[in-house]
């Protein structure tokens, strides 16, 4: 199936999800490209107080947005795409864990990597090296 195929059969409800995490997106690849972490990371952690009602979503469906999305932002890595999960996820009052982690690989070279979790299983970002990974940080709302 072509891409173009692909797009054309998605419903309204998918594509407002896909225009959330487009525009969600966009505004993360500016935010990590021109503010400091430490004032990104505090917002990773908080809960906003829009954020108690839940939405009738799944957290798959708003992984599977923000991936659709990433498609269409250039240089939307793994970090972008976990931030702006964790945001949606806030929005739609669904506990969400951003988690970043960092191992030695092959040729004993570092790398870093960011998913996000939900109940303790991975939604977004899983890799096979994830079991490589120790993580370092988590960044959840109370």
């Known amino acids: 199936m072509s891409s173009l195929s692909r797009w054309s059969h998605y419903t309204a409800r998918e594509w407002m999800l896909i225009?959330?995490?487009?525009?969600?997106?966009?505004v993360v690849r500016v935010a990590l490209a021109l503010l400091p972490w430490r004032v990104i990371a505090p917002r990773l952690s908080e809960d906003h107080p829009g954020s108690r009602a839940r939405l009738a979503l799944e957290?798959?469906?708003?992984?599977?947005?923000?991936?659709?999305?990433?498609?269409?932002v250039p240089r939307s890595y793994c970090l972008a795409q976990a931030v702006t999960l964790?945001?949606?996820?806030?929005?739609?009052?669904?506990?969400?864990?951003?988690?970043?982690?960092?191992?030695?690989l092959n040729e004993n070279r570092l790398q870093a990597h960011a998913?996000?979790?939900?109940e303790?299983?991975?939604?977004?970002?899983?890799?096979?090296?994830?079991?490589?990974?120790?993580r370092f940080t988590r960044f959840q709302g109370e």
């Open 120 to 134: 303790g299983r991975v939604v977004h970002g899983a890799s096979e090296s994830l079991t490589n990974l120790r």
């Open 115 to 118: 998913w996000v979790e939900h």
């Open 59 to 72: 957290p798959e469906e708003l992984s599977i947005s923000v991936a659709r999305a990433a498609r269409l």
């Open 86 to 104: 964790r945001w949606l996820s806030l929005a739609a009052g669904i506990p969400m864990k951003v988690v970043i982690g960092a191992g030695r």
């Open 19 to 26: 225009a959330a995490a487009f525009m969600v997106l966009c």
